[in-house]
């Protein structure tokens, strides 16, 4: 029996587990930290004290605190998860039951692709599904934008005030007032290029030349058994409150997956959501040494 069973490792997962473990928890965490949505970015530079690093860089350097901490992580996805009288039971992809007192839900998004050649061999080489992560890295260069939605409406006139051109490419009827910015009716068929995006192929057969290429599909929860814990929902998010507490007692929620920090999905932002709701499980399982 665990106190605290986290789901995901990525950076709230981790950071919660490194907090709930200096709290002297027993916790668990489930999941890779290979999944989450950052691991693949080629640059950031907004996270502070490891200034221009990969996505990855960062995910190993939590993965090995996580280690040299000595917690328990156990590389596996999550089936199901349910809640009998005051015991959560979590049911992972291995057919291994484990319990606990409490939950945190730290699972992400996961953004929707187009699922077209070259998407996955330039990503982090110029194909983005992120233009407020990723767009600083295009200044006064040439970009494409696909999607569908206000996601893409929003990267478009993001990406206007940074990119020197951008193509909005889709089926949707949409303007935009910035001159900068060329609506182009199709889809995409392909991303080509040698060492980083270089063009990208339409259908129709016409090759635009562009520097990268932002995909903005929207995104889904990482966690298809939500529904089985009753969880409130704002669309595909979970709705948590200032201490990242879910409507279900003993269940919280951290990073991505959440309607928490002002929507603001960043690495710095999921490592404080991860902070905060392990704290607050913290409160939550010891609640007689918080009052001593």
Aim: contains cysteine; charged residues 25%.
């Amino acid at each position: 029996m665990y106190d605290l069973i986290i789901i995901g490792a990525g950076p709230a997962g981790l950071t919660a587990g490194i907090y709930a473990k200096r709290s002297k928890l027993n916790v668990l965490v489930i999941g890779k930290t290979e999944q989450m949505a950052c691991w693949g970015d080629h640059t950031i530079e907004n996270y502070p004290g490891m200034p221009k690093a990969t996505g990855r860089q960062i995910g190993e350097a939590m993965k090995a605190q996580a280690h040299d901490l000595e917690i328990e992580v156990s590389p596996q996805s999550v089936r199901q998860a349910i809640k009998n009288a005051d015991i959560f039971s979590v049911l992972t992809s291995q057919n291994e039951t484990y319990e606990a007192k409490s939950l945190i839900i730290a699972t992400g998004i996961e953004r929707k692709k187009l699922v077209i050649a070259g998407e996955e061999e330039f990503l982090g080489k110029g194909v983005s599904y992120c233009a407020t992560c990723d767009g600083f890295f295009f200044k006064d260069k040439i970009v494409a934008v696909t999607g569908q939605g206000e996601e893409m409406k929003h990267a478009v006139e993001y990406m206007a005030n940074i990119a020197s051109k951008v193509y909005v490419i889709s089926e949707e009827e949409t303007s935009f007032v910035q001159k900068n910015i060329e609506v182009v009716s199709g889809e995409i068929k392909e991303v080509q290029g040698g060492k980083s995006v270089e063009r990208v192929l339409l259908a129709d057969g016409e090759e635009l030349e562009v520097n990268g290429l932002f995909i903005e599909l929207g995104s889904v929860p990482a966690s298809k058994w939500l529904g089985d814990l009753g969880l409130d929902m704002e669309g595909n998010f979970i709705k948590v409150d200032s201490s990242q507490a879910t409507n279900i007692p003993g269940v919280f929620a951290a990073g991505d997956i959440t309607t928490g920090s002002n929507n603001l999905r960043q690495v710095a932002t999921a490592v404080g959501e991860g902070a905060v709701a392990a704290m607050a499980v913290y409160r939550w399982v010891r609640p007689a040494s918080i009052d001593k």
